[in-house]
Structures are given as C-alpha cells and as structure tokens.
C-alpha cells in the first residue's frame, strides 16, 4: 500500500500536486500553515488539552484537524484492534486510500464517524507526518490539533515542541471505554517517518531494495571479558524501525566507549507511586522504556526486556518487545495499583528472574526511580549482596519526588557499591537529546563492565 509513498514516484507526486492545488483546508506547500478547517457558523468555547489528558466523545462524527507551521505535512489515520495492531493494510488511511469504515481523510482533517467505526476496532490514531518528497524535513514546532463535534465544545490540543529530528507525530486517539469513545491527547514524535510507524502498527510497506547497511554497533550476549560477532539492527529495522534512530544513537555511546561487542541482559523497574501517575498519563514513562529498549538491541538480541513496575503490593512482572513496544507501557500499567513503591522487592523481583533464565552475561538492571525508597536499608542489603552476581544496578532519577539517596550511595567510601551507579534524568527525560541521555545510561556500566 506504501509503494508510492516510499518511493515518492511520479504516480504520488500527481496524487499529492491534486490536493494541493484544491481549495481551503488542503494541505499547505512550501512552507505554508496547514490551515485549521473552519465549521461555519460554530461559535463555541475552545478547551485545550494537555499532553497524555484525555476526555469524552459523543458517539457520532468527530473531526480532528491539524495545523502545522513551517513545514509541509501529511494527516492520516490508523484503526487498531484490540492488540494495539491494525486488521488489515486497509486500516492506514491516508491520501492514495482516503476512507475506510466510517474514517476518512480530507486535506488536513481526519473525519471519524464513531456510530459506522466497526466494533473490533478498539483505537483511531490521528498521524501527522513529514512530506517524504522534502529531503530532510523534519518538526520542530509542534502541529495543533482541533477537535470539533457538534453538540459539544471545540477543544484544541498543542503538543510540546519537538527537538529530536521527528519526522512523524502521533497527536491523538480515540479510544473505547464504558461502551463509548474518549480521545487522549498523545503528542508524541518519532523519526521513523510515516512508513516507519505505519510498519509497527503492522502495516506491510513495501519498500525499495535497501542499500548496503552501514556497518553498526554489535549486539548479542557475552561475558565482560570477551567480544562477540559482530551483527547490525537489521531486527529493529524490521520489527520496529520507530527505535531505529535511538537504537543507532545507543550503539554510538557503546562504541564511543569502547564496549561495541559488550553483552548484557537488559531490566527495566518503573515506579509505580501515586506521584509518578502523570508521567505515566503524558506518555514520558513510555518514551523512557522505548529508549531503554533501543539500548537493549545493542547489549541483547533477543529483542526483549523484562519489566517490573514497583507499586505498593506484590511487584507486577511483564516484558515490552520491538514487535509490541508501542503503547506497551500504557497497556500495563493500568493492571498495576497505584502505592507507595516498593524498590526492594522490585529489585528482588528482578533479580530472582535473571537467576532463574540461567544467563552466563551480567545483567544491566534500569531501575527509575521518582522518590526516595521507604525501605532504604533493604536497598543498601540487595546492593551489597548482588555485587558477586554478576547485576549492575543503574538508579535513573526523573519524577518530582526527592532522590538524595540514590544520588549518595557513593558518597561514602567506606560504603560505596562498585556495581551501582545514578543518573538523574531531570523531570522530563523526553528533553534530553539522544546523545546525552544514552552517555548517561552507560558511563558507569562501560566502566563496571572494563573493571
């Protein structure tokens, strides 16, 4: 379905030179506004949204219509199912397939009819993306998103400004629950492209021959001491070309610092606190464990990374995977209570599943953190008993909770621990540039492992 977006043929270029030449509320050029679609006569308050806020749909037509600035841009639309994944190729609606149960797109609007949407469609994302006939295009100021319905307010969505080279922007979707629809405000870039998102939704797009691969940073399972092959992220580029870019930017920091064919077992521990509920809602604890997953390419192939979320009862232990990854995190989260965390027992949870798997590689336990831990003596007894097995404890600090005590386990050095290291990610990790933050995730570990 993608051929001709991909390619950017001559069959595309007439398609594309057909809207943009129609009247008001078609796509802009040449660096033009994507203009709002006025509904005339509607004279209604306007509600913004934050990121990750969601609120109610009536059942009937909606339209979502984007703005963007500075940049010529594409809407589309996705249908998923229940698995987070589209039906079928025909699910990515865009400008060569404008229409498809009850979702259709016109210029710079996306219409769904909520009543026609059939019922194992369970989402609708709302996709804007980077002409891919402009060669290094990519947002810098964040598209607007306007949800008109009639009966109800206009309400407006204005995500963050980007900074990472996105090329593609997941703004909204639509959502069942209690037997009706809500829409989330997600606002979440990625550098993948259209045909890089549409592919981790499941959509099959056909693309042209690949040239040959520039060699990339290793990846696999080994000990310290050794090396092993050496392979590329032809399975990211596969799976999830979302993650391509991050995934190259952490092999970089690898290779930068001399531990290219290094191999680990890579965990990731979130805190699941009452404090922590609306990072979780703005997505940035999903952003977080992405960019955690993309290190993990190069440290572990099987393209996995086990998950415990640290909350009050018993730690909730699951997995997020290239083939799974997007919205994985929002999937999970919701069937953990919200508490006080409890990082001990996250950690003993952790550890007692890398025993278990019987891996020869040391582990590289990701453990974020967004306040200090109640049971701060335990923490002190895992880090010292866990030194001899082979684990590096890594305490990465963003939240709005007070982190002093990871960021003094090494203060002392009567009582410092030589496998454990913080990094503290400020309140918003999604700020911090690829390149700063992988430095900060393995500064220490490329040390611990060198030593």
Request: aromatic content about 8%; overall charge negative; charged content about 20%.
């Amino acid at each position: 379905m993608l051929r001709e977006y991909v390619r950017g043929s001559s069959a595309h270029k007439e398609v594309r030179q057909g809207r943009i030449l129609s009247k008001a509320g078609t796509v802009g050029r040449q660096g033009s506004t994507v203009s709002l679609s006025a509904i005339k006569g509607a004279r209604m308050q306007t509600t913004s949204l934050r990121k990750g806020e969601n609120t109610g749909l009536l059942t009937a037509p909606v339209v979502l219509t984007v703005s963007v600035q500075g940049l010529a841009a594409d809407v589309s639309a996705l249908l998923l199912g229940a698995d987070g994944r589209v039906r079928s190729d025909d699910d990515l609606v865009f400008y060569n397939h404008p229409a498809q149960d009850g979702v259709s797109i016109t210029g710079s609007a996306v219409t769904a009819d909520l009543v026609r949407v059939p019922t194992d469609v369970d989402r609708l994302v709302v996709v804007v993306s980077a002409d891919p006939l402009q060669p290094g295009a990519v947002f810098t100021r964040a598209p607007i998103l306007s949800i008109s319905q009639t009966g109800s307010p206009t309400r407006s969505f204005t995500a963050p400004d980007f900074t990472s080279a996105e090329t593609v922007a997941v703004l909204a979707e639509l959502y069942r629950r209690d037997g009706g629809w809500k829409i989330r405000a997600v606002g979440q870039g990625y550098a993948s492209g259209l045909a890089g998102l549409a592919t981790d939704y499941g959509v099959d797009v056909e693309s042209e021959p690949a040239a040959t691969p520039v060699p990339l940073p290793a990846q696999g399972r080994q000990h310290s001491s050794s090396a092993g092959p050496a392979v590329d992220l032809s399975k990211v580029e596969r799976l999830a070309p979302g993650l391509l870019s991050p995934a190259r930017q952490a092999g970089k920091a690898l290779a930068d610092r001399d531990i290219t064919n290094r191999r680990a077992a890579v965990y990731l521990i979130l805190d699941h606190d009452w404090h922590m509920e609306e990072l979780y809602e703005s997505f940035a604890v999903q952003a977080f464990a992405e960019r955690v997953l993309a290190l993990s390419a190069n440290l572990d192939d099987d393209g996995t990374v086990p998950v415990v979320f640290s909350s009050g009862r018993e730690p909730f232990l699951e997995e997020i995977r290239l083939d799974n990854y997007r919205g994985r995190i929002g999937q999970l989260h919701t069937q953990v209570d919200w508490g006080w965390g409890n990082v001990a027992d996250a950690m003993r949870r952790a550890v007692g599943h890398y025993q278990e798997s019987g891996a020869a590689d040391p582990a590289f336990i990701v453990t974020q953190v967004g306040d200090e831990p109640w049971d701060k003596a335990e923490v002190r007894s895992l880090l010292q008993n866990t030194a001899s097995f082979g684990v590096f404890w890594l305490f990465v600090g963003f939240g709005r909770g007070k982190l002093a005590f990871y960021k003094n386990l090494n203060a002392s050095v009567s009582a410092s621990f030589t496998n454990v290291a913080f990094y503290d990610a400020s309140k918003n990790p999604g700020s911090v540039p690829d390149e700063r933050f992988y430095a900060g995730l393995v500064d220490a570990f490329a040390l611990w492992l060198r030593h």
